[in-house]
């Protein structure tokens, strides 16, 4: 199978999750700023929380919960925590700083995302590797 291409319906259901975060006003506009920047993460399907910005490497709900969040914190500055909750990684002064945290703890094939649930990309990763198959008509770009 082959990877999607920027045109898919995968990508556009990424970039519809982006706006609907900008959208919301959850999150601080130069968080967004800087995790869009970041290509790794853009590939991401991103959704909010308590105005925390998660990333998830499947586009629907219930979302996967193994990449960390930047949450924010006093004066500007940020925390990264996670992947779960009450797993600390630790403060950020810079929206930079935090993707970069966060980059840094992507778990392996971190995207793009998944179309589909969690459940369909554990299924999906667990077959994979079985079959041969180097990537998926189900990933958004």
Do not use: K
């Amino acid at each position: 199978m082959a990877a999607v291409d920027a045109t898919s319906p995968g990508r556009a259901l990424v970039e519809a999750g982006w706006q609907r975060v900008r959208d919301d006003g959850r999150v601080r506009p130069e968080l967004l700023e800087a995790a869009y920047a970041e290509p790794r993460l853009r590939r991401l399907f991103p959704w909010t929380g308590m105005g925390e910005l998660h990333f998830s490497r499947c586009t629907e709900w219930r979302w996967t919960w193994d990449v960390p969040y930047i949450q924010p914190a006093t004066g500007g500055t940020y925390w990264v925590s996670g992947p779960l909750r009450g797993e600390t990684v630790g403060p950020a002064a810079t929206p930079q700083e935090a993707v970069a945290m966060v980059v840094e703890r992507l778990p392996p094939n971190s995207g793009p995302a998944f179309v589909g649930t969690p459940d369909e990309l554990a299924a999906h990763e667990a077959a994979a590797p079985a079959a041969g198959l180097p990537g998926s008509d189900r990933h958004a770009d």
